[in-house]
């Protein structure tokens, strides 16, 4: 997050739905960085933010259930399901046609991003598992 960026500020952006601002507070939360640490604050904002589609945090919930960190207890079943949503969302998202190149290259990038640590988390290729995929969500 960048430091100029207050907390009061993220307040009020994520009152206001914003869900950047609520996944940043939920790290900071998570973490305990500029705000006194509180996992389970951190946790319902992060949860927030992934039920509103929110990318990064589905990516998050989905390796915090994986490891068992921060206090999401390590549920496998529960990690592979909101994997299945942010891979999902950001498949859906890189293969929009956008006006600006920018963006396409911007979603084509954090899709990227996703399918290496996807790979090295779960071991195998996001084809593989969405042949697989139950319909479950």
Same mark, same amino acid.
């Given at each position: 997050?960048?430091?100029?960026?207050?907390?009061?500020?993220?307040?009020?952006?994520?009152?206001?739905?914003?869900?950047?601002?609520?996944?940043e507070?939920?790290?900071?939360?998570?973490?305990?960085?500029?705000?006194?640490?509180?996992?389970?604050?951190? =946790?319902?904002f992060?949860?927030? !933010?992934?039920?509103? #589609? +929110?990318?990064?945090?589905?990516? *998050?919930? /989905?390796?915090?259930?994986?490891?068992?960190?921060?206090?999401?207890?390590?549920?496998?079943?529960?990690?592979?399901?909101?994997?299945?949503?942010?891979? =999902?969302?950001?498949?859906?998202? !890189?293969?929009l046609? #956008? +006006?600006?190149?920018?963006?396409? *290259?911007? /979603?084509?990038?954090?899709?990227?991003?996703?399918?290496?640590?996807?790979?090295?988390?779960?071991?195998?290729?996001v084809?593989?598992?969405?042949?697989?995929?139950?319909?479950?969500?």
């Open positions: 997050m960048d430091r100029c960026v207050s907390t009061s500020y993220l307040d009020k952006m994520a009152d206001r739905g914003n869900l950047w601002a609520i996944t507070l939920a790290m900071l939360h998570l973490k305990g960085k500029g705000v006194p640490e509180d996992q389970h604050k951190g =946790r319902y992060l949860i927030t !933010a992934g039920l509103g #589609y +929110d990318r990064l945090a589905a990516c *998050r919930i /989905a390796l915090y259930f994986h490891y068992g960190r921060y206090g999401f207890q390590q549920e496998p079943g529960t990690a592979i399901v909101w994997r299945d949503k942010a891979t =999902r969302w950001l498949e859906s998202d !890189a293969a046609i #956008y +006006d600006d190149p920018e963006m396409a *290259r911007r /979603a084509q990038r954090r899709y990227q991003k996703w399918r290496a640590v996807y790979a090295r988390v779960w071991g195998e290729s084809q593989e598992s969405v042949r697989n995929m139950d319909c479950r969500i």
